[in-house]
């Protein structure tokens, strides 16, 4: 009888620390469970931001190919009118000199 007992409570408590066990581990279980989601929702997130970003910088840095090709352009341009410029104080001064020349031949003819 006190055998039957003894097994009988030795076999209740361990079937009480296994159940007291397999509730801590599932309670562990669950929690790393949501770790894991809230990681990959974050990981989600991260990766939804890095194609965001890659997406502008793809755009800015066609924006900076334009304007590169604008500046350039105006580079060109600038060349040319700073060579219109020159072009047209030659012209002036030639004729300045070439109006001098006309006011002293009118001087010496009057």
């Known amino acids: ?27 562990i279980t669950s929690k790393e469970q949501r770790s894991n989601d809230m990681m990959r929702m974050t990981l989600q997130e991260a990766e939804i931001l890095i194609r965001k970003y890659q997406v502008q910088l793809q755009r800015a840095l066609g924006n900076v190919d334009v304007l590169t ?6 580079r ?25 020349d006309l006011e002293s031949r009118i001087d010496a003819l009057l």
Do not use: D, P
Request: hydrophobic residues 45%.
């Open 76 to 100: 060109n341009e600038i060349k040319t009118l700073k060579g219109r410029n020159s072009k047209h104080r030659m012209e002036t001064e030639r004729l300045q000199n070439k109006i001098k």
């Open 1 to 27: 009888m006190f055998f039957e007992w003894s097994l009988v409570t030795i076999i209740s408590m361990i079937a009480i620390f296994l159940f007291v066990k397999m509730f801590y581990f599932k309670s």
């Open 69 to 74: 090709e604008e500046l350039n352009k105006l």
